[in-house]
């Protein structure tokens, strides 16, 4: 079975700081996805990667970065300086690579509140 | 943005009653699933759709039934509604080519008491 482990249930920083949130995964599949999604206090679901199992080079957009690493099953998100606006519910998840569709298995979250 | 609209987005209903929750889509997209969130579970699968009149059980499908029988329609509803049924609903598509990106709606947020 598939499972997502974020162990950070609740997070507290300062405005400016670096934070990393940690997502371990588990699955018996040799292909599969990796997501990281963003809810803000609004409620909505916002996408931020998406990334194969394949595909194991790290990814930065902006002041996101990403790392993947198979050795340890484990998909972590770093916010660089980090800011108010970053305020949120983090989720990872994981989707079979089977069939194109994409069920999602879903960590518990981890909420980030960014002090200013 | 993603052309999905659930509807309502907010209800409150009592125990025992039937309750039907709307997912609509604009983007033609094969796969329509259906999720709730609930605190300390983040999001798990109800039901989820492969094409019209398709459909399979997720993870906690018990009380819930489903229908699809237009492409852009994926009906979730409760028989009858229990209080351990109070949850953010949300619906999401996801495309035919193999492994898009699955795109979520606003949540309908349904009270049962």
């Known amino acids: 079975a598939q499972k997502v482990t974020q162990a950070q249930t609740e997070i507290s920083v300062v405005e400016k700081e670096d934070v990393t949130l940690d997502c371990v995964y588990e699955t018996r599949d040799t292909t599969y996805y990796l997501f990281w999604y963003k809810q803000p206090p609004s409620g909505e679901l916002v996408f931020l990667i998406r990334r194969n199992s394949f595909d194991e080079q790290n990814e930065i957009s902006g002041r996101y970065s990403w790392n993947f690493q198979k050795s340890t099953s484990s998909f972590n998100f770093t916010i660089t300086a980090s800011q108010v606006v970053d305020s949120a519910v983090y989720f990872c998840?994981?989707?079979?690579?089977?069939?194109?569709?994409?069920?999602?298995?879903f960590g518990k979250g981890t909420k980030l509140t960014v002090n200013p | 943005d993603a052309g999905i609209t659930q509807s309502p987005r907010h209800k409150v209903t009592e125990t025992g009653t039937p309750v039907t929750l709307r997912c609509h889509q604009t983007?033609?997209?094969?796969?329509m699933y259906w999720y709730r969130q609930d605190p300390g579970h983040g999001l798990r699968l109800i039901h989820y759709s492969y094409g019209v009149k398709d459909t399979d059980k997720g993870e906690v499908s018990d009380g819930y039934s489903v229908s699809r029988s237009k492409t852009e329609d994926f009906l979730l509803t409760l028989e009858s509604a229990t209080s351990s049924q109070t949850s953010v609903y949300f619906c999401?598509?996801?495309?035919?080519?193999?492994?898009?990106?699955?795109?979520f709606g606003q949540g309908t947020r349904l009270t049962v008491v």
């Open positions: 998840a994981l989707s079979e690579a089977r069939g194109g569709s994409e069920k999602l298995v």
């Open positions: 999401a598509i996801s495309g035919s080519q193999a492994y898009t990106e699955a795109f």
């Open positions: 983007e033609n997209h094969r796969y």
